[in-house]
């Protein structure tokens, strides 16, 4: 019999799936490779794992242990500690999986869907950043980093004719901690928005909601860096399909409902295909620049 909770996300992964793969079908013969068809990728990997945990647990697991054992006994790829040092039990490897198998189902389950949601933003920053290199040559540049740059330049050429040394040395130093033309994904992403427009979001309190997960998913992909545990100093939290996610300092996240924040990156999609129509109505070679692959 399949467990309720995994049904529940393989419902959500699958929807989320389709949606992904209907999108991809106006590229498939464009680009090699899309958001979609990314983001597709993506999911496959926790829909895979979550299926076959339960085509094991509906065998009652009983060939687990023999494949185990294969993969123990005589193992080619066996080097010096596993071969040499007699103190080495290989039954600690095999009472591993088996217990990952059996107790640690739920918390194997939180770590691939954790790293889903983190991989799923990655491959929505990286696309949008993408059409940010193209849309920005649209529109010309307001210059703001350049215009901040000239005004200290200016304040600091003002303080050495007078040889004010100790307005120098604040201004030398202001040039070099905050002046730079280094553009964030952050910053990219708010532009590329501000500058589309919506159709599948077109309805206002939908896309502040869709905003607002990116904003939180910013801070959720950061805890790639610190295995997937927030060191940010600061407590994220979001409310979405009526399910609280939580990313409070010092704790990896933690989810009401899995299947309702999965079900949540539909939003992405959404804004995906929104600019994805954009930029085949405003710059019809955009293939041309992203079909790298």
């Known amino acids: 019999m399949v467990d309720a909770n995994n049904l529940d996300r393989l419902q959500a992964l699958i929807s989320l799936k389709s949606r992904c793969l209907y999108w991809a079908e106006f590229c498939k013969y464009t ?19 979550i299926l076959n945990d339960e085509f094991t647990n509906i065998s009652g697991r009983d ?42 189902t739920d918390n194997q389950n939180h770590m691939a869907i954790t790293r889903f949601i983190v991989n799923a ?8 950043c ?49 002046t730079n033309s280094y553009v964030s994904s952050r910053e990219k992403i708010d532009f590329v928005l501000s500058k589309i427009d919506f159709v599948n979001l077109k309805n206002d309190k939908k896309l502040d909601k869709a905003k607002e997960l990116v904003s939180f998913l910013f801070n959720f992909r950061n805890t790639i860096h610190n295995v997937m545990v927030n060191k940010s100093g600061k407590d994220f939290k979001i409310e ?54």
């Open 31 to 49: 680009s090699k490779s899309t958001f979609f068809s990314d983001l597709n990728d993506e999911i496959n990997m926790p829909l895979i794992y």
């Open 240 to 293: 979405t399909n009526g399910a609280t996610v939580e990313l409070l300092n010092d704790s990896s996240p933690n989810y009401e409902d899995y299947a309702k924040f999965i079900h949540s990156m539909h939003l992405l999609v959404d804004l995906y295909s929104d600019l994805f129509m954009y930029l085949s109505k405003n710059i019809p070679d955009f293939h041309e620049f992203t079909n790298e692959f």
């Open 63 to 104: 060939e687990i242990d023999l494949l185990i054992r294969k993969c123990t006994d005589n193992n080619k790829y066996f080097d010096y500690l596993e071969i040499n040092n007699s103190n080495y039990d290989h039954e600690l490897v095999h009472n591993d999986l088996k217990d990952i198998y059996v107790w640690q």
């Open 121 to 128: 933003f990655s491959v929505f920053e990286f696309w949008v």
């Open 130 to 178: 993408k059409a940010y290199d193209v849309i920005k040559s649209r529109y010309k540049s307001k210059n703001s980093k350049m215009k901040k740059l000239e005004s200290q330049l200016n304040k600091y050429v003002e303080s050495y004719n007078s040889n004010d040394n100790e307005a120098l040395e604040l201004i030398k130093n202001e040039i070099f901690t905050k």
